[in-house]
């Protein structure tokens, strides 16, 4: 059998034709980045390519020093013969499945995808090809997510109830994707929207590259305490667990993260609400998005790889789980 | 169902338990008699038979779901319980109808005796029509099992919200054996009866912890010494010739401890005892570990009867002849005890905690340094003319307990062993709350149970698992343990912000429910000392 055009590489996902890698997880030369979680998009590498609107977050995160080119999505680049095109995933802004077509041979890495559209990222859009390297975070048929609008007046009914009982609601979700997705969704005229350091920081970077975030105040030590208790606040995990959540008496705690889906994990966080919200595929969204491709092998990583490998062998497609350093979605 | 789905998320959702009370109350002031009686039945462990097989339920769950047995067996095994496993995989119904909890319960003790493939079509029909949470409540009914932290004590605290009826009253009527099909809420709950009144405690007095140095008290010869046994408080009642014991969560424990039955014949009638219970044997009490193997049985056997026998160890008398002695000084009551106890035999399963002699307060510090040697917890200070008070009251009554360093805290992640104990969790990672009522890792301590514990907190563990991570497995934060330490110090490596010195398990508090574990506070008030 004849060398795999995309390899599965110690450093990352590996195109040999034109040594270059694809959210490779140790420092290479060149590397194309699917989107700007930290899982993904790492620190070192000689040059990067990345979807347009992923290049000030890159900048913001890893340094505006590094080398980095933009490409809208579709835009086709010959590579020594191998044509690299971006498509989107869905996922958070910026976040492209990145397509390989070489010889005639075609392989799609989806990095992070999700296959509803929120408004805010550009919608997912399926691909053709005959290898699709995708993840499968929630890849169990327990994970089924409701529709955005729902788990949205859901958040607006727990702060609406918060503001009543005159207590803050703090809601932890990733800085980058998750937060600004609620930002964007939910109803303004319940209160103002307080945001953590991290999450405001993203939230400039964005607006800076033109893209439209809805208002919010960052919480400084000068910031009017009298808002709290009427604010929706937008925390990372991280904030949550820190001493920065002191500053909240009494607040509610809410959690956005697919994992909430299980009572286990809303529990031992031991947060008042769980929010079943991910910028991830659910089980059903997988399943659909890999028979889109009509691709024939099938390349799990992120998660329950083997079980998800196993079902998929069952359904005929010749799939096998790849080891990678990605971390899907986490709660802190 | 609905009502009681809504019930039930209010309780899941929080860990306060003053919301949990109000959330139950509500429930009892709008929910039906029948569904009344059945939610309190299943808060207190008095579940309806399981009529089908879970191996069918699993299977059932899989074809409905279109999906292999072994993806649902996966799925099952991530989700880690079986009743929210099922009412994950199935979609929630577009056709949603509701049927109470009393239907839902009578139809499932009815499918008793039906063949397999009417309980299939029965379970399949219900599934379908209703949401997820509807239906894991639905499975639990099914699969049994109902623990979603509502202790007795809140269910107690709800009804007596909703009814007005004192707590001990319905504490006592939850007592025994009653029948949720059967039973009216009127006839359990709220119909008089002759046995409330003789069978009524009086509320606990509870010493505050002595912080200041025992010279600040003043005159030695103002105050009764009497050592801290390491039981569970007991009020023993003994009214018309009928025995009752109540332990400090109002709760009626007369059945657990038959040992004190025998106490009619040399007790006169109409008195009421406070004191310790405590597992006892030769002159000699023994560990409370021990006496921990009774407090969770409804039933005691022969062969812990013997090993574990308990007796009252009294310390104060509030009823002598029908009259309430509460007004008279502890002096006076404690002379009256003596007189009564006197001259009982060895036989009689009760002892009188002995005052300790003491002439300055350096004699006494020397006593409770070597307290723990007696198997106490340190001196009780108990001024002698002090009259018996209701509740925690500073003043009068101290616990001077020796050696502050330990911590009631809960298990939140669970790791196997090595050699020997491989194939046991053995070492534990435990937390505290913190102000917002969230738990906090603090600690990892190993040694300090038995091999029995292990395997019993093992098996625990693999029911229990929410999440894996390598040989790591969190678990729901539900067991309790006291940990002992050396020394405790600030450390900004750690989460919680302070560092315990060689931390150890000293026992597994199968009395106390997370709600009751230490704060991170109370670890941060021990750094000052
Ligand atoms: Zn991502
Ligand atoms: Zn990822």
């Known amino acids: ?54 290049v000030n977050i890159l900048k913001y995160r890893l340094g505006e020093d590094i080398k980095v080119q933009g490409v809208p999505y579709d835009q086709v680049l010959d590579i020594d013969g191998v044509k690299i095109s971006l498509h989107p995933a869905g996922h958070i802004i910026g976040s492209a499945q990145v397509r390989v077509e070489y010889r005639g041979e075609i392989w799609v890495v989806t990095g992070d995808y999700k296959t509803e559209d929120d408004g805010l990222a550009v919608a997912f859009e399926p691909v053709k090809c005959q290898h699709f390297i995708t993840e499968c975070t929630f890849g169990l048929p327990v994970f089924k997510w409701k529709p955005q609008e729902v788990v949205i007046s859901e958040i607006n009914e727990w702060w609406t109830e918060n503001v009543r009982l005159g207590r803050p609601s703090v809601l932890s979700s990733y800085a980058l994707g998750k937060a600004q997705r609620v930002i964007n ?138 080891e990678t350093e990605y971390e899907g979605e986490v709660v802190e | 169902m609905k009502l009681f789905a809504n019930l039930f998320q209010q309780l899941d959702r929080t860990t306060k338990t003053t919301v949990k009370v109000k959330s139950l109350a509500k429930y009892f002031d709008t929910a039906s008699d029948t569904d009344k009686v059945w939610t309190i039945a299943l808060f207190t462990h008095r579940r309806p038979k399981r009529n089908v097989k879970t191996s069918l339920l699993r299977e059932w769950a899989a074809e409905y779901a279109g999906i292999p047995l072994w993806l649902f067996e996966e799925s099952y095994h991530i989700v880690g319980d079986l009743a929210e496993a099922i009412s994950l995989i199935i979609d929630d119904s577009q056709q949603a ?53 509502v202790s007795s004590k809140l269910i107690v605290k709800a009804l007596s919200k909703s009814t007005g009826q004192e707590e001990n009253v319905i504490s006592h009527r939850l007592m025994g054996n009653w029948d949720p099909s059967t039973i009216s809420f009127e006839d359990l709950i709220l119909s008089e009866s002759g046995l409330d009144e003789i069978s009524k405690p009086y509320p606990f007095y509870l010493a505050y912890a002595l912080e200041a140095e025992p010279e600040d008290l003043g005159a030695t010869d103002e105050w009764q010494a009497e050592y801290k046994w390491d039981g569970i408080r007991g009020q023993l009642i003994l009214r018309d010739g009928e025995l009752f014991v109540w332990s400090r969560g109002e709760e009626l424990v007369t059945d657990k401890y038959p040992e004190y039955e025998k106490l009619k014949d040399y007790l006169p009638d109409n008195i009421v005892i406070d004191g310790e219970i405590l597992a006892y044997i030769d002159g000699k009490p023994l560990s409370f570990n021990m006496l921990q193997k009774r407090i969770g049985r409804k039933k005691v056997g022969k062969k812990l009867l013997q090993d574990c026998p308990v007796i009252l160890m009294a310390y104060d008398i509030l009823e002598y002849q029908g009259k309430d002695l509460r007004s008279k000084s502890t002096q006076e009551r404690r002379d009256i005890l003596n007189g009564i106890c006197k001259n009982l035999p060895q036989e009689a399963p009760i002892r009188i905690s002995p005052t300790i002699e003491f002439a300055d307060w350096d004699v006494l510090k020397e006593l409770r340094s070597k307290s723990r040697a007696l198997d106490c917890e340190g001196i009780m200070l108990k001024r002698k003319s002090s009259e018996y008070k ?140």
């Not at chain 2, 219900?126 to 932290?149: D, P, V």
Request: hydrophobic content about 35%; proline content about 4%; glycine content about 8%.
């Open chain 2, 390 to 529: 209701i509740g925690r009251k500073k003043g009068d009554w101290w616990k001077w307990k020796v050696d502050p360093m330990n911590v009631d805290a809960v298990m939140i992640y669970a790791q196997r062993g090595h050699g020997r104990r491989a194939n046991l969790f053995t070492d534990f990672t435990f937390a505290v709350r913190n102000e917002e009522g969230g738990l906090v890792p603090f600690a990892k301590a190993y040694s300090g149970l038995t091999d029995k514990e292990f395997k019993e907190i093992t098996s625990w563990v693999k029911k229990n698992t929410r999440e894996r991570f390598g040989p790591v497995c969190s678990v729901h934060p539900e067991l309790v343990f006291e940990l002992a330490f050396e020394g405790i110090a600030r450390s900004t490596r750690h989460k919680s912000g302070i560092a315990l010195r060689f931390p150890r398990i000293l026992r597994w508090r199968k009395d106390k429910n997370p709600n009751e574990i230490n704060t991170l506070e109370d670890l941060e008030n021990l750094l000052t000392k």
């Open chain 1, 1 to 54: 059998m004849q060398r795999k055009l995309i390899q599965f590489k110690e450093r990352g996902l590996y195109i040999a034709p034109i040594d270059t890698y694809i959210d490779p997880w140790r420092p290479v030369g060149k590397a194309i980045i699917t989107h700007g979680h930290s899982d993904h998009a790492r620190r070192g590498h000689g040059a990067y390519l990345c979807h347009d609107d992923s």
């Open chain 1, 185 to 322: 969704s939910v109803n303004h005229d319940i209160g103002p929207i307080l945001t953590h350091g991290a999450v405001e920081n993203t939230n400039e970077v964005l607006r800076a590259s033109g893209i439209d975030i809805k208002e919010t105040i960052r919480v400084t030590p000068d910031t009017d305490k009298s808002l709290f208790n009427k604010a929706l606040i937008i925390a990372p995990g991280s904030g949550i667990n820190s001493p920065w959540l002191n500053k909240f008496k009494n607040a509610s705690i809410g959690i956005a993260s697919g994992w909430m889906m299980m009572r286990g994990a809303r529990r031992r966080r031991a947060a008042d609400r769980g929010f079943v919200f991910s910028d991830h595929a659910d089980w059903l969204g997988l399943n659909e998005a890999i028979k889109a491709t009509e691709a024939e092998y099938i390349y799990p990583t992120h998660g329950y790889t083997n079980v998800f490998s196993k079902w998929l062998n069952e359904q005929g497609y010749i799939a096998s789980p790849v």
């Open chain 2, 97 to 149: 109808m509701d049927k109470s909890l009393t239907t839902y319960i009578e139809e499932l003790i009815d499918l008793k005796d039906k063949e397999e493939h009417v309980k299939k079509e029965y379970v399949l029909k219900a599934w379908n029509s209703m949401n997820q949470t509807e239906r894991f409540l639905f499975n639990k009914l099914l699969t049994g099992g109902f623990r979603i932290g």
